[in-house]
C-alpha cells in the first residue's frame, strides 16, 4: 500500500519567483503528498535580492544553488533547474517534483516529467501563466500558503452562498455525475478526482473552505451520505445532486 511516507518528492524551487514567506506552508503542503528528499533552491546569492530566502535556508534544510547571472535579459536561474529537474529525472529516485516559480517558463518541464509518469505539484502565485498552471497534475496557489491572522483583512473568506457561483456549481454538478452509481450517489474522493483533473488548480481554500466536503455542503446543492468502510469505523463521504423543484434553475 502507498502512503504518503513512501512517495519521494523533489522539491526544486526558483528564488527569483518565490518568496520566502511561503516556506512554513509550502513545506506542510508538500508534507502532505509525500516526503522531500530533496530541497533545491535556485539563485544567484551574491545578490542582495534574495535576503528574505537566505534566512529561512538553513532551519528548513533547503539547499541553496548558486547560478551566476551571465547577461542581463537571460534567466540561468531557470536553466540551471530545468537541467538539475532532468538529471533527477533520469536518476528515477522519485515519485513526483514540486516546481515552485510563477514563470512559465517550465511549462515543457512539466509536461516532460509527466510523461515519464511521475507526478507534478506546481506552486506559484496567482498571476502564472495558464499553461504552466494546466501542464501540472496539481497546481496550489501560494497566496494561501502565506502565513495570516485568523482575522486578516486580506484572508479568504467562505463564500457566503458559494452554490451560486456558476462556474463552481457547474464544475461540481459534472464531477458527481461523472462519479455517481446508478443512485446518482458519488465518492467524494472519486470527486476530488476528476475535478483535479479538469482543474489543477482549484482548491477549496480559495473560498474560504479548509475541505472539499465543507464547500460541497455549502454550496446546499448536494444531498451528503456517510457510510461505512466495511465493519471498522472508518466512514466515506458520498454526495448527490438534489432534486431541483420545477421552474428553478
Not at 537571460?74 to 514563470?103: E, H, P, Q, W
Not at 457547474?170 to 455517481?180: F, G, H, I, M, N
Request: with cysteine; proline share 6%.
Amino acid at each position: 500500500m502507498t502512503t504518503t511516507a513512501t512517495i519521494r518528492l523533489a522539491v526544486l524551487i526558483d528564488a527569483d519567483n518565490a518568496q520566502p514567506a511561503i516556506v512554513d506552508g509550502l513545506l506542510a503542503e508538500v508534507a502532505k503528498y509525500g516526503v522531500a528528499s530533496v530541497k533545491r533552491i535556485y539563485g544567484d546569492w551574491t545578490g542582495p535580492h534574495l535576503k528574505g530566502w537566505k534566512e529561512v535556508l538553513l532551519s528548513h534544510s533547503i539547499q541553496p544553488i548558486q547560478q551566476f547571472r551571465y547577461t542581463t535579459g537571460k534567466n540561468a536561474t531557470d536553466s540551471a533547474l530545468i537541467i538539475d529537474a532532468m538529471d533527477l529525472l533520469y536518476g528515477d529516485r522519485f515519485d513526483g517534483f514540486c516546481i515552485v516559480s510563477s514563470d512559465s517558463d517550465f511549462t515543457r518541464l512539466a509536461m516532460r516529467i509527466r510523461e515519464s509518469g511521475l507526478t507534478v505539484y506546481g506552486f506559484g502565485e496567482k498571476k502564472t501563466p495558464e499553461p504552466f498552471v494546466k501542464a501540472c497534475d496539481k497546481f496550489i496557489y501560494t497566496e494561501i500558503l502565506l502565513p495570516r491572522a485568523d482575522d486578516a483583512a486580506d484572508a479568504p473568506k467562505p463564500a457566503r452562498e458559494p452554490g451560486k457561483d456558476r462556474q463552481l456549481a457547474s464544475l461540481l454538478r459534472k464531477a458527481v455525475e461523472a462519479a455517481s452509481d446508478d443512485g446518482g450517489w458519488a465518492n467524494l474522493g472519486a470527486i476530488g478526482s476528476y475535478i483535479a483533473k479538469q482543474m489543477p488548480d482549484f482548491d477549496p481554500r480559495s473560498y474560504g473552505f479548509p475541505k472539499l466536503r465543507e464547500l460541497v455542503v455549502a454550496t446546499k446543492l448536494f444531498e451528503i451520505e456517510e457510510r461505512l468502510i466495511g465493519t471498522g469505523p472508518a466512514k466515506s463521504v458520498y454526495a448527490r445532486e438534489r432534486k431541483r423543484r420545477p421552474g428553478k434553475g
